[in-house]
């Protein structure tokens, strides 16, 4: 039996391996039919078609087609119901059948469907039941009713999990023995439940529906692991201190059953001598001169093994002073350490306060203050916090909130513009507060340089401001001022000592001629010669004889020049003159043309 059972799982992996449904009967999807045991009638459902007609009638229709072959038959369901039972009566065991579902109005709405019936039963679910809890738990189930005279038999599937876990385990059929089976990996004293279920032997029918739940709970075991366990310092006793052993209750995977109790042993007194008593959970008194202790979990089944805590003292250990403190697990491939913490055998305040107080102004009212914190050596505790203390010259000091010992930084905020402030802070351990830093003095920003400052950049803006509106506006200011001033107000007059025309240096004769603008120490000026200048009427008509006339003659043009003789190159009329026309002529810049009216501007022509 047990090496059938094992070649019908290996056919059953076969066909989950091919993508194939172990107990489906092959057919078209969308459409099943099974019969409801192996005597009972064929029960046919169908989906719900989408529109109008899923609220419809249904109408199965079946016709054999193999020893008899009729009309077809039908079986009209409920409105809105999709499926239909034929009665065992009406059909034959080992007749072919074929069977389609119309809707009212005659619609086919799902593909037709041919089978037989001995290839589509499906067993009812088998009644699974508790044989024995201890040792091992074991479970055993009665098949569901099936023809004896049948060649085929049943194969069943076993599945169980924790109470309350998602996945469940599926027990293999080679494993199982034929009505009975023995669960050989549960935990102890542990809640499961477990399903069976069956389908023909050779998985052409349908499996049957699971179970109703078998829930049981596993037998107690010897409880595992150590207590997890220390040591505190005890309330005090009539007639000797005493030391507080606390403990963690057993975890309750580990303690495998319901703990009873505790036991506990310890060493005390200079004689060594070792002592038991029993305990609840989870604390106990013992004598302040305990050097060891053993602790134990037990239930109904055994203990847990003892775990050891020694409260000897090795070392000369002085109070408030840090020590660094591992503990290391000691494993047989090795070791493994913590990591390390800071203890003091005993606590006091510290001696100094925080060093290197420096402040930061942020604000004219605000300010953020830095330090550096208490040394080591000087802190004599686990530091708790720190306090700030700040001082005006005309208050009394007030203390902050308390700031945590691993700040270096406080903001204060409500300060005055303008003010000088002392400050300290002092470092607190569970003992209390220690002794004060050295003052630091700060002085927090005066409001007015602020307003001289916006006042300095306002103007400076306007100025700024001013310079490109007047950068942007020159032209048109330049003339708007010819316009409304006076020529002689805003007209350029020509400096004749940026004149470059040469000047020859005089050979003693005062009456040489050393050019226009050469002074003379004994030189007088020539005398003006005045002009009037009248406007003519038309300039179209004007009679150029009744123009004045000078009253010197044009000097002659020098030999050679092919130039007409300009107003500002003629000269005084003497025998001197006229040797200084024989001397080169001197070259003019061009400067003063700039300035000078030329003849047309002078008759008014231009």
Same mark, same amino acid.
């Given at each position: ?50 529109? +109008? ?17 009729? %009309? ?5 369901? =409920? ?6 039972? @034929? ?5 034959? !065991? ?117 179970? +109703? ?9 010897? +409880? ?89 003292? %090795?070392?000369?250990?002085? =109070? ?61 505790? !686990? ?61 927090? =920003? ?54 470059? @025309? ?46 004045? %006339? ?5 000097? =002659? ?50």
């Amino acid at each position: 039996m047990r090496r059938r059972g094992r070649a019908a799982w290996l056919l059953l992996l076969a066909l989950k391996t091919f993508g194939f449904q172990e107990g489906d009967p092959e057919g078209p999807p969308g459409m099943a039919c099974y019969q409801m045991g192996p005597s009972g009638g064929m029960n046919c459902s169908w989906p719900s078609p989408p529109g +109008p007609e899923a609220n419809t009638t249904y109408t199965l229709h079946y016709q054999s087609l193999k020893l008899i072959r009729d %009309q077809s038959r039908s079986s009209q369901a =409920p409105a809105g119901r999709r499926w239909v039972v @034929i009665e065992r009566g009406r059909l034959r !065991h080992n007749e072919e059948y074929a069977v389609w579902v119309e809707a009212g109005g005659g619609t086919q709405i799902a593909p037709r469907l041919t089978l037989t019936l001995h290839e589509i039963v499906k067993p009812e679910p088998p009644e699974l039941g508790l044989v024995e809890l201890t040792p091992v738990v074991t479970v055993n189930w009665t098949n569901p009713r099936w023809p004896q005279h049948s060649p085929l038999g049943l194969a069943c599937d076993l599945r169980y999990r924790m109470s309350g876990a998602p996945n469940w385990t599926r027990v293999h059929e080679e494993d199982m023995e034929p009505n009975s089976y023995e669960f050989s990996s549960l935990e102890p004293f542990s809640a499961y439940e477990a399903q069976i279920r069956c389908i023909p032997e050779d998985r052409k029918g349908f499996w049957s529906d699971w179970s +109703p739940p078998l829930t049981f709970r596993t037998p107690e075991d010897a +409880p595992q692991g150590l207590v997890d366990v220390w040591q505190a310092a005890g309330p005090p006793e009539p007639g000797q201190p005493s030391l507080l052993l606390l403990w963690k209750p057993l975890d309750p995977r580990a303690a495998r059953g319901v703990v009873r109790g505790y036991s506990i042993t310890f060493r005390a007194g200079s004689n060594r001598a070792e002592s038991s008593l029993d305990a609840p959970c989870c604390r106990a008194s013992l004598p302040a001169s305990t050097t060891h202790v053993w602790i134990s979990a037990k239930n109904n089944v055994g203990r847990t093994p003892p775990a050891n805590l020694s409260l000897e003292r %090795q070392g000369d250990f002085r =109070p408030r002073v840090p020590y660094q403190v591992r503990v290391y697990g000691l494993y047989p491939q090795g070791f493994g350490a913590s990591a390390p913490v800071r203890a003091y055998t005993q606590e006091g305040v510290p001696s100094a306060g925080p060093q290197g107080l420096q402040d930061r102004s942020i604000s004219k009212e605000a300010s953020v203050i830095s330090w550096e914190a208490i040394p080591l050596a000087q802190r004599n505790g !686990h530091l708790a916090h720190y306090t700030l203390y700040l001082a005006a010259p005309t208050g009394s000091p007030r203390a902050s909130r308390p700031i945590a010992a691993t700040e270096t930084t406080y903001t204060l905020q409500g300060l005055e513009p303008g003010t000088s402030y002392r400050l300290w802070m002092t470092g607190s351990t569970s003992i209390g507060e220690g002794n004060a830093s050295t003052i630091h003095l700060f002085h927090t =920003p005066d409001s007015r340089w602020e307003a001289v400052l916006a006042a300095l950049l306002a103007v400076g803006f306007l100025l700024f401001l001013a310079c490109i509106v007047g950068a942007v506006l020159h032209a048109k200011l330049l003339d708007l001022c010819r316009k409304v001033l006076p020529r002689w107000c805003w007209e350029k007059v020509p400096d004749p000592t940026l004149s470059r @025309i040469p000047l020859h240096e005089g050979d003693g004769d005062p009456y040489r001629y050393q050019g226009p603008l050469a002074p003379g120490p004994d030189l007088e000026e020539p005398p003006l010669t005045l002009l009037d200048i009248e406007e003519p009427a038309d300039p179209g008509t004007q009679d150029y004889s009744t123009l004045p %006339q000078l009253e010197s003659p044009l000097p =002659p043009l020098p030999h050679g020049s092919g130039a007409s003789a300009r107003p500002e190159e003629l000269g005084p009329s003497s025998s001197a003159r006229e040797e200084a026309w024989e001397e080169p002529a001197p070259v003019t810049s061009g400067y003063e043309k700039h300035f000078m009216p030329t003849l047309e501007e002078v008759l008014g022509l231009a």
